[in-house]
């Protein structure tokens, strides 16, 4: 994500109020599965997951501990159109929805929905489709603001926590970007461009102003010979911890490999290192990147193989030096296609939206120190 700069204020915000007859909440004991395809996830202070359904209308809670389902908040009324990113603030539970792209390539959809992380119940719904922004992507939460970027035109919307509205929207210059990142630590907001060679934008999240831009490139020869040339990397996924920027890019350091991630100065935006397939650090498609400070984790969802083995992975690097600790491989006829990655330092969790026993989709618990498998969340 990327952009020349155009504000937009605006009071009205759509908010809704739940009544008994639309209450969104599922008991844990109901009998429909508890995932369909389960995509972004999120921690809440109060130790449950959020997890965000991507080919139905919402969001599964469930207790981080146990794996145990405590509801399923799926109201249509919620703003709920296969949700794409979650995050968790304080008692707040933010979701967008509207990724879905139709025939042409783009979609007619962009809700925000605040959720109360304690009942499930809704606190409001703002539709950022009257501001012109459609196909959101991810979300991001920090003291003042919420930040959401959408696919399929460069745009970026800042809300206020607080009461929802629409404080402003960025919006950049190319139409075909598809960023699946953002992330903020309440000073800075960083927003990674796949497409465009234009680099991950970085803005104050106090004004949005447009500090720089900071682009990923590794020098590789073209398979077909000649001179040195540069490869843009592709940032797509974003985190960021106490010391650093971890994108998780497309591309990777050589024409014949995709994915590597990059490591950047959280302070001066400088590149520190790239770290690029060999060792066995990516197959194929990087689906999310997140860091707990000590390590990154990065989650490689793809049903390719290379040399014979399957993508369907998460790799662990050291948060310090970018080295390479461990390759947890899922693959085992239960587990396939990793997508989203939460971490407490403890125990890192992944959603699996090939795996489960019906194959619609699980959260996998893995142990952050061993990688060892602590338990999967699945339908029965």
């Given at each position: 994500m990327h952009f020349s700069r155009k504000c937009w204020t605006s009071s009205a915000v759509f908010a809704a109020a739940i009544g008994a007859s639309l209450m969104p909440t599922i008991a844990a004991s109901a009998t429909s599965a508890p995932f369909k395809h389960p995509g972004a996830i999120a921690l809440d202070h109060r130790g449950n997951l959020w997890i965000a359904n991507q080919d139905s209308f919402g969001i599964t809670e469930i207790q981080a501990s146990t794996g145990k389902v405590i509801r399923?908040?799926?109201?249509?009324?919620?703003?709920?159109?296969?949700p794409s990113g979650v995050a968790v603030s304080g008692n707040a539970v933010w979701v967008?929805?509207?990724?879905?792209?139709?025939?042409?390539?783009?979609?007619?959809?962009?809700?925000?929905?605040?959720?109360?992380?304690?009942?499930?119940?809704l606190?409001?719904?703002?539709?950022?489709?009257?501001?012109?922004?459609?196909?959101?992507?991810?979300?991001?939460?920090?003291?003042?603001?919420?930040?959401?970027?959408?696919?399929?035109?460069?745009?970026?919307?800042?809300?206020?926590?607080?009461?929802?509205?629409?404080?402003?929207?960025?919006?950049?210059?190319?139409?075909?970007?598809?960023?699946?990142?953002?992330?903020?630590?309440?000073?800075?907001v960083w927003i990674p461009n796949p497409e465009g060679s234009q680099g991950m934008v970085e803005r104050s999240a106090v004004t949005g102003v447009k500090l720089r831009t900071i682009s990923p490139?590794?020098?590789?020869?073209?398979?077909?010979?000649?001179?040195?040339?540069?490869?843009?990397?592709?940032?797509?996924?974003?985190?960021?911890?106490?010391?650093?920027?971890?994108?998780?890019?497309?591309?990777?350091?050589s024409f014949k490999q995709s994915g590597s991630v990059t490591q950047i100065d959280a302070i001066t935006g400088k590149v520190v290192r790239t770290i690029g397939p060999p060792a066995d650090h990516f197959f194929g498609v990087i689906r999310d990147i997140v860091s707990d400070g000590a390590h990154v984790w990065v989650a490689n969802g793809t049903?390719?193989?290379r040399n014979g083995q399957r993508g369907d992975t998460v790799t662990e690097l050291n948060a310090s030096n970018g080295s390479l600790v461990r390759v947890v491989r899922l693959h085992n006829?239960?587990?396939?296609?990793?997508v989203g990655l939460a971490s407490n330092g403890v125990d890192v969790w992944v959603t699996d939206q090939g795996g489960g026993v019906e194959g619609i989709g699980s959260v996998i618990e893995l142990n952050a120190s061993t990688g060892s498998v602590v338990r999967i969340v699945a339908a029965k």
């Open positions: 399923l908040v799926n109201a249509k009324a919620d703003g709920f159109i296969d967008v929805s509207g990724s879905v792209s139709y025939a042409n390539g783009t979609s007619n959809y962009g809700m925000v929905t605040e959720l109360n992380a304690a009942t499930g119940a606190v409001r719904t703002i539709n950022l489709k009257k501001h012109g922004v459609t196909g959101l992507s991810a979300v991001s939460v920090d003291a003042q603001h919420v930040w959401v970027t959408a696919d399929g035109g460069d745009q970026v919307a800042e809300l206020s926590k607080t009461t929802g509205q629409v404080v402003r929207v960025f919006r950049g210059r190319y139409k075909s970007v598809e960023s699946s990142g953002i992330a903020s630590d309440g000073v800075h490139w590794a020098m590789e020869t073209s398979p077909d010979g000649g001179n040195i040339s540069q490869i843009y990397l592709g940032p797509r996924y974003v985190t960021v911890d106490a010391h650093n920027v971890w994108t998780g890019n497309d591309q990777g350091t049903m390719s193989t006829g239960i587990y396939s296609d990793p």
